[in-house]
């Protein structure tokens, strides 16, 4: 199980004064030093957050690996090939959003026909590639046809549910992870994973990758971010080993 470290909201509080700190390549620094497999940034057409310095930097510095997430437009499409982090995950990008909401509509024929161009470009160009989809049959069949390398679920459903609903979560969770296992795509997930929920995502066997962001950010601030890793990748190891 590898835990990539979302870091955009390192660079969120940078821009709330639009200062140069904190610094997300300092922060991917102790992330890497706290356990992390890699570090994710969401390069936004808004650039809201994380800057296309900070992505450029990113790639000289971060010694395990980028994941790239970015929406299938061409001018953030034309950075990823340039830099060509080691993977990139497409998601969809609304302006008016706080955060991903949803995953990518694949049902919706100029959407999937967005990404299948976008996946061609970004694997072309050496980068391994993975789709934020809701954790469902018919996104699963859709990524296959596509030949993302992997999908990454999108576990926010699961996250906002309420006691009595996230078993049922966890169980669609566990079909999708094991549909897109028996398809033979990497299993990845994330969105809205914390240190109290994560357990259950965890366990599950399929998944190889999990991307947390928020919850390790806020937490760092009372802990130092390299302390806030490492409990999570404790978490994660526990998690994994009781499964
Ligand atoms: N995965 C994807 C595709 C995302 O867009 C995000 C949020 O940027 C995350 C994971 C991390 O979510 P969170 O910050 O809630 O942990």
Known sequence: MRLYINI???ATVRQARLTDEPDP????VLAELGGADGITVHLREDRRHIQDRDVRLLMQTVRTGVNLELAATSAILDLAVE???M???LVPEKREEVTTEGGLALSDASQ?????AALKRLSDAGIRTSLFIDPDED???ASVDLGADAVELHTGEYANAGGGERPKQIARLSRASALASKLSVAVHAGHGLTYENVHPVAAIPEIEEL???HSIVARSIFTGLEA???EMREIVRRARNAS
Do not use: E, F, S
């Not at 999937?112 to 299948?116: E, I, M, S």
């Open 8 to 10: 955009d909201h390192v």
């Open 25 to 28: 390549v300092r922060a991917a």
């Open 83 to 85: 830099l060509r982090p």
């Open 87 to 89: 993977q990139a995950t």
């Open 112 to 116: 999937l026909g967005t990404t299948k």
């Open 139 to 141: 996104a699963i069949r």
């Open 211 to 213: 991307n947390i962001g």
């Open 228 to 230: 806030a890793v490492r």
